[in-house]
């Protein structure tokens, strides 16, 4: 049991139909949820965090949680920076003992993104922590723009394949139509398979990552929007597009927003129905149990990933 890269995970995935789960942590309860799941489904497991989590936090407390749920679980899990903005972040964060981080250069001209990414592999390499990128750009509803200039961000598959050959970098995050957060599609879900296909084609060998890969489960949204939130129109990747994905060559299935309704929705409930509840064990707990059966129903029904550790 410890922390570990991805190498080993995903040169497992990588030419088999399942896809190993990317969860994105803010504190104890939802580590505790995530970690208690993968071990239930003897799953392989990455843990991810972001500048967000790091400022909420504290980036030790974070460090120190996943050091803490590894030894009490005894499993093996990688602990990957999630948006890594800029080569200092990327260095803190190898620094502090990640065994991940991704360096996302995607809002950048393809050539600057090529140098970025170039100089985080190489520092990340001489410490045996490994890089993903990201090439093409998320765009959803709620960046207001339309269907076709919506697919003018999707990740060019030649561009992917220079990339990849360029930078050394060990995985990529491809745009194919996901976005971030719970408002996704306006019309019909799209996921451009035909374009995955062709990057898979093309770098074989490079794990691909899909980011906003969150359904926004219709029940967590009803909870929330029942007892008293109000998030109407939520809507995110079908269940059987994600499973698409992970036989299509998708390794890695970032989920933060599915996490987040999922708690929130508990939380809401008991708070509702309990109004003169205030000890926060007493929501805490549900809302940790909440994210335990949402992840290990992912794990098992949607990124076949049960038994794969
Ligand atoms: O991709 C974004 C993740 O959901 C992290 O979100 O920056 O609010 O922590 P955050
Ligand atoms: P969701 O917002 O769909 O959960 O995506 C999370 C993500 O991509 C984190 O990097
Ligand atoms: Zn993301």
New binding site residues.
């Given amino acids: 049991m410890a922390l570990v890269t991805s190498k080993e995970m995903f040169a497992k995935a990588l030419n088999s139909d399942y896809a190993i789960g990317a969860f ?1 942590v803010n504190n104890m309860e939802i580590i505790q949820g995530i970690v208690d799941a993968a071990k239930i489904e003897n799953a392989p497991l990455i843990l ?1 965090v972001s500048a967000g989590a790091r400022k909420y936090a504290k980036p030790v407390y974070l460090l120190k949680l996943v050091e803490a749920a590894i030894e009490d679980s005894g499993l093996d899990i990688v602990l990957h920076l ?2 890594g903005e800029d080569f200092d972040i990327c260095k803190k964060c190898i620094d502090d003992g990640f065994t991940s981080v991704m360096i996302d250069g995607s809002k950048y001209p393809f050539e600057e993104n090529v140098a970025l990414t170039k100089r985080v592999v190489e520092y990340a390499h001489e410490k045996g922590v490994v890089v993903e990128a990201e090439l093409g750009r998320l765009a959803g509803v709620e960046d207001n723009i339309n269907v076709d200039s919506r697919s003018a961000t999707f990740t060019d598959p030649d561009e992917a394949a220079e990339f990849v050959e360029k930078t050394g970098v060990d995985s990529l995050a491809i745009a194919i139509g ?1 976005s ?2 719970a408002y996704k599609f306006k019309g019909d879900p799209y996921l451009d398979f035909e374009r995955l296909q062709k990057i898979r084609e093309l770098i074989p060998n490079t794990p691909l990552v899909l ?4 359904t926004v489960l219709p029940e967590f949204v009803e909870l929330c929007n029942k007892y008293g939130g109000n998030i109407p129109g939520a809507k ?1 990747v079908p269940e059987e597009m994600i499973r698409t994905a992970a036989n299509y060559g998708i390794c890695k299935v ?5 996490l987040r309704l999922a708690m929130t929705a508990e939380i809401r409930k008991i708070l509702f129905e309990n109004p003169s509840e205030f000890d926060p064990r007493k929501y805490l707990g549900p809302g940790r149990n909440a994210i335990q059966r949402m992840v290990q129903h992912k794990i098992k029904n949607v990124l076949g990933a049960s038994n794969k550790r």
């Fill in positions: 994105n991810q999630d948006h996901t971030h957060g980011h906003g890969a969150s995110g970032n989920i933060d927003t599915d």
